[in-house]
């Protein structure tokens, strides 16, 4: 069941998505008319504050938004041509697992304490590949294991979550979000919680299941670093939408939105990005998402707001080939890393 024919360098097309949460104090929109494409093979950075719907967006696109508070409101995700959100739940768990996975923060959220390891990559196998038999499966989750850089893979099994460290245990949520294994991984902030020697060995991972498998990876992250050394192409988010897209040497040698802008400068050249260079933070606070303005959303902090930028919202637009960026002033925009 194929709705458009898809584009043969997309891996996945996602246009005008909206995520929306209602509470008491009303509609937050977490996800806000996003579009977005991932291409065949590419890793990309999904960068932005906390608060700015990079979770969101990565829930929406395995439809794991919870609910009844949350829900899609509208948009489409394209894999291979096909509209998730058209699909049934039953049509939907054919692709969760199978051809798009997700890697969380923290992996103990997504393993199982009172099971081995052994017993969850066969539970994921089993839902993966339920023609396989049992014997298969074992064989299975070896080459999995291994495949993630593991050792002595087959006395791994046996263990529980907790007898592995952190490094390890990372490595095995993404031994079974890679059961299918998948044509996009979504990896939203995975080695956050390791340290910066577990963290680069991770990140080597991802890259050659991108380079080896041609996996297509996005990868959610807060660090600029991690960014600039291991993603082709960067998407950042403000307040639920994304402000700026383009290839990374792009977007490190010319930002074509404030918020980029002054979320590099103090490091503003490729080379000097190292681990370790988190976001620094912008001044001024993040947008109410229940109460948006209905100008651009970045403007109360934005040292090149004009009455038109508060006034109306400048859609994302290619500003060069490759390039887009939401901002009235795309021009104006390296006289912010003038110092
Ligand atoms: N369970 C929820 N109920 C209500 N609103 C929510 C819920 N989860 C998220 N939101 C709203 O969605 C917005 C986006 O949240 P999201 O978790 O996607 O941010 P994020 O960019 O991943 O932040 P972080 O960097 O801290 O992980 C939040 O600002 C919040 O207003
Ligand atoms: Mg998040």
């Not at 495949?147 to 460290?165: G, Y």
């Amino acid at each position: 069941m194929t709705d458009v024919e898809a584009r043969p360098n997309v891996a996945l097309e996602i246009d005008d998505l909206t995520t929306v949460f209602r509470s008491r104090h009303g509609v937050v929109r977490a996800v806000d008319g996003v579009s977005l494409e991932v291409r065949k093979g590419e890793m990309l950075g999904v960068v932005g504050e906390s608060g700015s719907g990079k979770s969101m967006l990565c829930l929406s696109i395995m439809r794991l938004v919870p609910g009844p508070a949350g829900r899609i409101e509208s948009g489409r995700v394209r894999l291979g041509g096909v509209d998730l959100l058209r699909l049934t739940e039953a049509e939907m768990r054919q692709y969760r697992g199978r051809r798009i996975a997700m890697i969380l923060q923290d992996p103990l959220m997504s393993l199982n304490p009172v099971y081995s390891i052994g017993n969850q990559i066969n539970e994921s196998l089993r839902i993966v590949h339920p023609g396989a038999g049992a014997k298969e499966r074992v064989q299975k989750a070896i080459e999995l294991l291994r495949s993630v850089r593991i050792p002595e893979p087959k006395d791994r099994l046996k263990a529980f979550p907790h007898q592995l460290s952190g490094g390890m245990r990372q490595r095995v949520c993404a031994a079974i979000a890679l059961s299918g294994p998948p044509e996009l991984l979504l990896a939203d902030e995975p080695t956050t919680a390791l340290d910066v020697t577990t963290q680069a060995e991770f990140l080597r991972l991802l890259r050659d299941l991108r380079d080896d498998l041609g996996v297509s990876i996005v990868l959610v992250t807060h660090d600029l670093g991690i960014v600039a050394q291991n993603c082709d192409r960067v998407a950042v988010m403000y307040g639920g939408r994304i402000v700026e897209e383009a290839p990374v040497r792009r977007v490190y040698s010319g930002p074509r939105h404030p918020y980029t802008a002054l979320l590099l400068r103090s490091v503003p050249s490729l080379e000097t990005q190292t681990l370790g260079s988190r976001l620094i933070p912008v001044d001024g606070t993040p947008p109410d998402l229940s109460q948006l303005p209905s100008g651009c959303r970045f403007a109360p902090r934005c040292p090149l707001a004009d009455a038109r930028c508060h006034a109306e919202y400048p859609p994302i637009t290619e500003i060069e080939s490759d390039h887009h960026s939401a901002c009235w002033k795309p021009g104006e925009v390296a006289s912010l890393l003038e110092v």
